[in-house]
């Protein structure tokens, strides 16, 4: 398997007897080099020391071998599994929104952002798993969740505009109390003019 | 029978007449950009009180380059939104105007997919189109019956930023080309890359560019790394879009698309990435009537059917509220 992603080269390799997938934040000749150095350090950095936060806490992401800062790769667990994009075609689609809005909402509070939940970011195996962590950020602020769940809602919107999912979706994410006053955050967020026509 | 399409545009600083064959030949593109004066921004009143000055001396000068006389116009286009009211009104009123006086059918468009649609016309078939001007800054492409947004900026919109930070710092309108004039360096002065998901932030950005300017940075320099700045994060959303929907071609429009710098960076991208880069030349990349003629035949051959809904102006008209029949 190889997948150019909007940043990094993910393939599959063989590492230590076994197969893992290796991201390689490959250059971005468009990008002025100063700009592309800080931006692929601090996106390296950011998403190995999120995803090590998750995996301590039994969240399913993929599990971290090696991060290497001098050709900007990080080598993790392979995930075998179809996208939640592909899967939502099929007739489980209800039982898979409610586990990842089960799933968004646990990554929420444990205070990480996802910054990127659109459907292709996760994999349905026994159970569905986040991925890309290459946007990834700390925050408490309800406001940053929204945002994300405005990420979730628009894919699903775009890509899924056939089911109508955006309800069950809200509704497994804010089983946890906790969760409850993100949903008031996205009101106010999608209010704010841009958004509100957006689900014609 | 070949048709031939006139279309008017007059969102915001521009007033615009094009004529457009069926076949897709620009017969002519007539402009006229209203400019604020120094040290302001686009007034809506006095942007309209333009158009509808400039109207029919570009109507007269539009039939007389594609040497039409009006009956031989079989459509006329207009951008119903999304604008500035008093410039939307002025053109849809140019628009009815015409068409009464010649018995033509009319209809209103949305402007920013007649951006997207003026890029098929370069041969694109399924493009994501990057589309950056004053108002708009938007990542859209085809998704089940509609243009959907991606992407696009979560405060102003990226020509806007340009333009409110060339203004500040001394600079006349539009201040997106001054900047690129004066831009100089290679070293980056370090500004907020503001990107979330397929979405963007501006304001900080030119906040943070103004600052450099009170700190004594020098304008050239500032100028350069505002726009290296944003334009990667533009092209950045852009590739984002082209992985996530798998799209093997990129449009680019808008005013700030004329930016060569941009352009660049944009064809470099789709390089690296193996998709084709599609970028108008200048004159339909800009505010123009051409394309909103140009996507008024597109709806019309696809037997689109008027209702009286297309024939109000609305300011708020989204790319994501128009239900594409034709394709």
Known sequence: MKFRGAEAIVETIEWNGKTVISKIRNKRGYRHPTLEKRLVVERLRSESRIMERLLSQGVPVPAIFSVNTSDNSIFMELIEGQTLERALRGKNFKKYLIQTGQLLSQIHSLNVIHGDPTTSNFLVNDKIYAIDFGLSSMSDDDEDRASDLRVFLESLDSHHSEINGREIFLDAYSEEEASKSVLQSLKVLELRGRYNLMRG | ?327
């Open chain 2, 1 to 327: 029978m070949s048709e031939i399409i006139l279309g008017i545009e007059s969102t915001a600083h521009t007033a615009g007449v094009g004529i457009i064959t069926s076949e897709g030949k620009i017969l002519s593109n007539q402009r006229s950009v209203y400019i604020p004066d120094k040290g302001e921004g686009i007034h809506p009143r006095e942007a309209a009180n333009h158009h509808s000055e400039k109207f029919p001396i570009l109507f007269k000068s539009a039939l007389e380059e594609a040497n039409l006389s009006p009956k031989e116009i079989t459509l006329v286009s207009y951008a119903r939104g999304p604008g500035l009211g008093p410039c939307l009104r002025t053109g849809a009123t140019a628009a009815r105007a015409f068409a009464y006086a010649h018995n033509i059918p009319f209809l209103g468009v949305n402007h920013c997919v007649a951006h997207l649609e003026i890029g098929l016309l370069e041969g694109a078939t399924d493009p994501v189109l990057l589309y950056l001007s004053g108002a708009n800054t938007q990542v859209i492409a085809y998704a089940a019956g509609r243009y959907r947004v991606f992407g696009e900026t979560i405060d102003i919109g990226i020509g806007n930023g340009l333009d409110k930070f060339a203004r500040e710092a001394g600079m006349g309108f539009p201040g997106g080309p001054k900047l690129e004039k004066i831009a100089e360096g290679d070293e980056l002065i370090d500004l907020p890359y503001s990107v979330k998901g397929m979405d963007l932030a501006f304001s900080g950005l030119m906040t943070a560019a103004k600052q450099k300017v009170d700190a004594g940075h020098s304008l050239p320099s500032i100028a350069y790394s505002v726009q290296e700045t944003a334009f990667a994060m533009s092209c950045e959303v852009s590739e984002r879009a082209l992985a996530h929907t798998g799209k093997t071609e990129l449009v680019l429009g808008g005013g700030v698309a004329c930016n060569s710098r941009l352009r660049e960076m944009a064809m470099t991208m789709a390089e690296e990435r193996g998709v084709k880069c599609f970028v108008p030349e200048k004159a339909l990349c800009v505010d123009n009537g051409v394309m909103i003629g140009w996507l008024g035949y597109q709806m019309m051959a696809a037997d689109y059917e008027i209702t009286d809904d297309d024939n109000r102006v609305n300011q708020k008209y989204r790319t994501d509220m128009v239900e594409v029949t034709w394709r």
